[in-house]
């Protein structure tokens, strides 16, 4: 077969698909229905969600969840207390922050939101989950009905994309928006629609859904709505459709103008963040694995013993799940085999499984790599083309694919069940129809209890503590301060205990970490000192236990400086902040010794204007090395061999970070053939000359 005859058989499929739909629309009695059956499937594959609905969040310990039902808890404290809702006063004291996100991604908080005007938090947050995973199986069941002219064939195919691994894995990370798809399959109701009648409802329709698809998350525009929008427009220009493209042109024209009027405030937010504060892409560390489609969970009770699956999927259960399934896979394969338009979507399903594998390809849980001319190098795939791009630059993890691969894969296996259905007498096609579900759920099921074969979904406390819940009533603290800090689990725990003490926190952030100058922050917890604490409004510090340092340094330095806590249990340690003696005073970080292999910092507190030297010693090969006073470049020389450092600096009033940098940085794994040169540096110091 020549690759010239490849696009006119796609082409051939397109029109079948177009063929098999049935404009019979079911009556809302069998909606509902359907709902319901989607809403026990999403029970039974969370269990034991559903037993500790009111008192845990859905979600691993490393998960989102407790970020996002912090957010969830402002929207519905905001409406309550009459605050604005697009804003986060509480964040970042006495600043507070932007809080676009809320605006720009409505399906991730605002279903809970609602729901936690009149329910416990935590009961809202794993509602809202619920339906959401129930939504997406009656999207899919509408879609695959509508093509097959077959419930049943809809009934798996909702029930496999809504116990999609993909989707498992998210459930458990506590990405509550990226579980929102039950628009995209509405949205590909409506393009065919679109395609095949001139009515400008479908047109408008169209590019609604288009924005909806969005609301989860912007992100998932690029992994799902995206590429099927791209495959269609394709399809028609193919097939030389061109009234039927401009209507499509036009819908998304409409729906990205939508999409951007939620999108804009979050992307215009992220871009005007502070250099320091952007983090790297990560983009090859949340790549999907070659082999991750044949590998099931390593929890499963039928495959604990896949090293395979461990090695694909036990460094990042979240991001790293593919399994396209024994049951399912073999469904869809049997659809495209025997059913012309299912290979459609298995067209669409490559295109996104290739992208799935991001920039560098990975074997068996690692990059593939290879020896050329004495050089290891790794093999580079299409997406290494389009990662870096504007907007595109955004998608830290082309893992998401998968997404779009699982909705393939169940639109395909609905083929595979009406192709089973014709050839067996009708009660026989309903019993095996029905009794592949389970099978389905069985296979594909992550998250399993090791001592029995009952699923065992992650979850986390979502009860605060009374003492904490107490400290609502006080009107003499001003903000709370979570340490330590910089520890990723201490931040999000900060934001749940938030929604019990109600308090403004000094740090705090919308997502990922927080904005706040890491100068202030290191210095507030490294010295503890009440009067620093008072300057920066911390009336009570919250010690998480769990993410202090391994000898409990941290919690000993603050009985030293704060006394004893007023609350402890066993996760956390709440202390009053003493009242200062006098104002706060100059104050740096200790001399420190480091080895810099891209850069290091270090942070000083002046109260007035200040004279200052940076000192130490530098001992490097023939390495450039640039010093930035707050992100500004204030000396860049040559180190080479033992270099002394003594470099004039002249402070404002604040809190300033000083930054030293090599160029060109190390490598994270440098090749084996190569060496990073990095430079040496002791005694590493700011001492104050002057203060005003």
């Known amino acids: 077969m020549s690759l010239q005859c490849v696009p006119v058989l796609i082409m051939a499929d397109f029109r079948s698909l177009m063929t098999t739909t049935d404009r019979r629309s079911p009556s809302l009695f069998v909606h509902g229905a359907v709902l319901l059956f989607m809403l026990a499937l999403a029970l039974v594959i969370t269990y034991p969600l559903v037993t500790v609905l009111s008192t845990r969040f859905a979600g691993h310990p490393f998960s989102d ?15 309550q207390t009459g605050q604005p809702l697009f804003d986060a006063p509480l964040l970042a004291y006495p600043d507070g922050l932007n809080g676009a996100l809320l605006w720009s991604y409505p399906l991730q908080s605002w279903p809970a939101a609602l729901f936690a005007l009149v329910l416990p938090l935590p009961a809202a947050f794993n509602l809202s989950l619920l339906l959401t995973l129930a939504l997406n199986g009656w999207s899919v069941w509408l879609l695959a009905r509508t093509l097959t002219r077959d419930n049943l064939a809809g009934l798996v195919a909702g029930a496999t994309f809504l116990a999609y691994p993909t989707f498992q894995g998210h459930l458990a990370a506590g990405h509550t928006g990226l579980l929102a798809l039950w628009p995209l399959a509405l949205y590909s109701l409506a393009l065919l629609r679109l395609r095949a009648t001139p009515e400008r409802r479908w047109v408008l329709l169209s590019a609604l859904l288009l924005a909806l698809c969005g ?30 493209l401009l209507r499509l042109c036009a819908a998304v024209l409409g729906g990205g103008l939508l999409a951007l009027a939620f999108a804009l405030p979050l992307l215009l937010d992220t871009l005007n963040e502070p250099g320091w504060l952007r983090l790297q892409t990560g983009v090859a560390d949340y790549s999907a694995d070659l082999l991750a489609v044949f590998a099931p969970s390593y929890l499963h009770p039928l495959y604990r013993g896949n090293p395979l699956s461990a090695a694909i999927l036990g460094v990042d259960p979240f991001e790293a799940t593919a399994y396209a399934g024994i049951v399912a896979g073999g469904l869809a394969l049997l659809g495209v085999w025997r059913r012309p338009a299912a290979r459609w979507w298995l067209a669409l399903a490559l295109v996104a499984w290739v992208f799935s594998l991001g920039p560098l390809l990975r074997v068996g849980g690692a990059p593939l790599r290879f020896t050329l001319e004495g050089y290891s190098t790794g093999v580079v795939l299409p997406w290494a083309a389009l990662y870096d791009l504007p907007i595109l630059n955004i998608t830290r993890t082309p893992g998401r694919f998968n997404f779009l691969v699982g909705f393939a894969v169940a639109l395909m296996a609905a083929y595979g069940i009406q192709t089973l259905r014709a050839r067996l007498p009708r009660r026989w096609g309903t019993v095996v129809a029905l009794a592949l579900i389970p099978l389905i759920l069985f296979d594909f099921q992550f998250w399993w209890r090791p001592d029995a074969p009952l699923p065992d979904l992650p979850t986390v406390d979502g009860v605060v503590p009374a003492e904490i819940i107490a400290l609502a009533e006080r009107d003499d603290v001003r903000a709370v301060l979570d340490i330590p800090w910089a520890h990723p689990l201490a931040a999000k725990e900060g934001l749940w205990l938030q929604t019990g003490h109600q308090q403004p926190l ?70 009053a902040v003493p009242p200062a003696n006098a104002p706060p005073k100059f104050t740096a970080l200790p001399a420190a010794d480091i080895i810099l292999r891209d850069e290091a910092q270090t942070y000083v507190f002046t109260p007035d204007t200040a004279e200052v030297r940076l000192t130490g010693s530098l001992d490097g090969a023939n390495r450039v090395v640039t010093i930035l006073l ?22 404002s009033p604040g809190y300033h970070r000083i930054t030293l940098t090599v160029d060109p940085p190390c490598p994270p794994a440098p090749p084996e053939t190569l060496a990073c040169r990095s430079v040496s540096i002791r005694g590493l110091a700011v001492v104050v000359e002057n203060v005003d």
């Open 215 to 244: 609301w989860g998350g912007t992100q998932l525009l690029v992994f799902t709505a995206g590429p099927l929008t791209a495959a269609f427009a394709l399809t028609l220009m193919v097939e030389r459709d061109r009234p039927a």
């Open 506 to 575: 000094v740090a705090g952030h919308m997502t990922r970490q927080t904005p706040v100058d890491p100068a202030k922050l290191t210095l507030l917890e490294t010295t503890l000192d009440p009067a620093l604490l008072d300057a920066a409004g911390a009336d009570v510090l919250i010690l998480h236990r769990e993410w202090d340092d391994a000898d409990g340094a941290t919690e000993a330095h603050a009985r030293e400086r704060l006394g004893d806590p007023i609350y402890e249990d066993a996760r956390f340690a709440v202390f």
């Open 65 to 79: 969840s407790y970020e996002l039902a912090r957010h969830m808890w402002w929207l519905a404290h905001a409406l």
């Open 630 to 651: 707050d992100e500004q470049i204030v000396d860049t020389f040559r180190a080479s061999g033992e270099t002394a450092l003594n470099l004039p600096l002249a402070l």
